[in-house]
């Protein structure tokens, strides 16, 4: 690669060298390599969720199947100081090549490999014993459906899967037929259509784990308009699959009230006003947070310069005990043709009233609560 033709970034503490085109041009191209600037985020938390796993559980390697120019490898090694070794591939040479010259840059060289392979070819290598992975992270274009197979089998016991799918349209319910293919179930359309995709996300990865009597249990999802991102920690055992099965029902939403209920079977009308309904799934309904561990992320941002992350991590941990999905107050607002109140404002409204209600970091508009859809309703009608 010609040498005017990359640039040495900086992204956290970490050097990168990136082609100079992905930071001059809007969308980052894959030619000669891909990266992509705006990916600052997610490599932010994936950085955090390396620090708080290796707290809580000890020394770890990365595997990295799609890893462009390696940038999240580079930063967890740089950066979390846990991660012993990572693992860098990608099927394009000039991405790897890259990658080393900033191992290098960083001084990292003797904590990384690289290979040129597809993603499963790589993942299929380490998936005996001795060789699996602590921590793999999935980052495709699209969905990570094909790979999530072969992560699991390369995946120890108690390891960390994480992934991204950038195939937003489908999760979030306007391709329904390609969100069945790819996912296994319907999206939908609605107001807190961003949560229902990454439920469905994470359906995906329960379901091909508990086929191979594993249980990947989701701990931590964020997502904004170009993905939606899950972590799993993967535990073993028929019973425990057997578990994850209750989790794994229909999310329903009545077409005229628009109250959500959550059921084994998509069936029948609405609970409270006999309507007809529409349905998701089938979807993850169980934690999509890990209390201990989303609280450590928190803790991991304390003080440094990820420190910006540590309000939304805090508020997290607050969602867990909450139903899987959110009333979006402005939209609601908007259909009674009434002015919308701020969601902090309902919130305080609804727990004087007796109920839970919280933020969520999956919609700054949303609030997650037991109250029924009238609770809300009759608040925004008051205000
Ligand atoms: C979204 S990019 C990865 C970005 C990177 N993880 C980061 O944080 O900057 C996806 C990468 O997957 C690679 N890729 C696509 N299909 C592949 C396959 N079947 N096996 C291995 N790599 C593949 C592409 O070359 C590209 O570098
Ligand atoms: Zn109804």
Redesign the pocket.
Known sequence: MAVESYRLTTEGRTKIYVPAVSITSPLPP?SP????PR?RK??DLAVLACRAYTKLYGEADFG??????G??SLRVLVESEGIAHAYI????SK?IKLARRSAAANLVLNRASFTV????QFLELHARPGRRFSIIDL???GSPTEFVDSAIRALQYGGMLSLTATDTAPLSGVYRKVAFRKYFGYSLRTDFSRELGLRLLCAMVVRRGIALDMFPRPVFVHSDQHYMRAYFFLETGAEAANRAIDELNFIIECNRCGAVTVHKEPTGSCEECGSSVRYCGPAWTGPIFDRKFVRQMGEEARGNHLSRYEKLLIKAAEEIDHPPFYYNIPRIADRLDAPAPSPTSVIESLVKQGWHATLTIIDPQGVRTDAPLSAVISLIRKE
């Open positions: 894959t390599a891909f990266f992509n990916g997610v490599r990295d199947p799609l890893a462009g120019v940038a999240k591939n990608d099927l394009n991405a392979k597809s993603a499963n980052d495709p274009f």
